[in-house]
């Protein structure tokens, strides 16, 4: 017996389409996301970058405008990469933030607001890894402490959020992750909130909690689910980058072509799936041109 869909998830099911946006002190450097990991600095160096985060260049509204013309129906920001910095007010949590940057902004505030007033749907992504907490290699328990606190700012401080993106937990998937305390947690505030945790390169379309409501194919083309005996129904969903980063790539000139990414979205309705096409918005936070013309063209073959 297939189970049926709750609302929400059938909800997000026929969205099909949205528009996932990496940015973060990391896109200053222009190297991609997980450029901290791969460095030589220490922590403490790494975060001066935040001295010089000054978002001038942010236009929330051109955004989300960007993904409404191209058909989208939901966007998903990184309001904290692994690198620990949250694009966020964390309200006194820790000082690693956008309002206590060059920037003196609360971002995903102007995000959300921008998506409500354009009829986009927010959803909000959050890494279960983070490279600038001592804890997390250290003292697990505290280190989940403290990200369910800054989830469930997240869930409070926003108005009704569209669902929750996380990500990481395949960098140590033996470990307990606590996950019924942080799903529970956002149940409280936010009960109809899609639950997604990325199951990474290697996960394809696999649940390993029964309040996950998408499964996820990371840069690869979603598998046919067979919902039969499934516990709920889950939607599918594919994340995508138009090139070969997340973070944005200042050198990396291997975009796919619109033809490619048509067929992509394509492949993933025709089996049910949404598809989550991926920028990488420059270290100031213009979007680079380049990717604005690739969703202008995918705009204009979905009018």
């Known amino acids: 017996m297939i189970p049926q869909p709750k609302k929400y998830i059938s909800d997000f099911e026929q969205m099909g389409f949205g528009m996932f946006v990496h940015w973060g002190l990391y896109s200053q450097l222009g190297e991609g996301e997980w450029r901290y990991f791969y460095s030589d600095k220490t922590m403490e160096e790494y975060a001066k970058l935040a001295d010089t985060f000054t978002a001038e260049d942010f236009d929330a509204e051109k955004m989300v405008l960007l993904a409404k013309n191209a058909g989208c129906k939901y966007v998903v920001l990184t309001t904290r990469h692994h690198e620990g910095f949250s694009l966020y007010d964390t309200c006194g949590l820790h000082e690693f933030d956008s309002v206590h940057s060059a920037a003196k902004r609360d971002l995903v505030r102007e995000f959300v607001d921008a998506c409500r007033k354009y009829d986009i749907v927010p959803f909000l992504y959050h890494t279960l890894i983070d490279w600038s907490r001592p804890e997390y290699g250290s003292d697990f328990n505290a280190y989940l402490e403290y990200l369910r606190k800054s989830v469930e700012i997240l869930c409070k401080n926003y108005g009704k959020i569209g669902g929750f993106w996380f990500d990481g937990s395949w960098n140590n998937a033996s470990a307990d992750w606590q996950e019924d305390e942080l799903y529970g947690m956002i149940r409280k505030y936010q009960p109809e909130a899609m639950i997604i945790n990325n199951s990474g390169l290697s996960g394809r379309g696999r649940s390993d909690h029964p309040e996950i409501d998408a499964v996820t194919f990371e840069q690869k083309r979603p598998n046919p689910l067979n919902r039969e005996g499934m516990d709920k129904y889950r939607a599918a969903e594919m994340c ?53 013309q690739l969703f202008g063209i995918l705009g204009r073959w979905m009018d």
């Open 240 to 292: 995508y980058t138009v090139n070969d980063h997340w973070g944005y790539g200042k050198n990396d000139f291997n975009y796919k072509s619109p033809m490619e990414l048509i067929e992509a979205l394509c492949n993933c309705r025709r089996l049910g799936a949404n598809l989550l096409l991926n920028i990488g918005l420059e270290g100031n936070g213009r979007i680079n041109p380049y990717q604005e």
